[in-house]
């Protein structure tokens, strides 16, 4: 699964909070650090394991002091687009 992890902080909290989740044996890529208009950076980063360790890791991220303030598991770019185009959100596409 693709992650999307957005953070509050400077360039080197954005860098600490790369290189904390490349050590996690669960990420295989962390990518992005795509600044955001209201000051969050979006990291991405390709995970291997189910939500409940997608849970698990968001805590840990936190308890380490990192500041996110968006985790989120990416759609495919198609979903998105249907999503878009369609105006559903993804609680009305999952319903």
């Not at 693709?2 to 044996?25: C, F, M």
Request: aromatic content about 4%; overall charge negative.
């Amino acid at each position: 699964a693709l992650l999307r992890v957005d953070l509050l902080g400077d360039d080197a909290a954005v860098t600490a909070a790369r290189e904390w989740l490349g050590t996690d044996p669960r990420i295989a890529d962390v990518l992005g650090g795509t600044a955001s208009s209201d000051g969050a950076v979006r990291i991405e980063a390709s995970f291997d394991g189910p939500p409940e360790a997608q849970a698990d890791l968001l805590r840990a991220m936190v308890g380490a002091g990192h500041r996110v303030v968006g985790f989120s598991q990416a759609t495919s770019d198609l979903e998105e687009i249907f999503l878009k185009v369609t105006g559903q959100s993804d609680e009305e596409a999952a319903a």
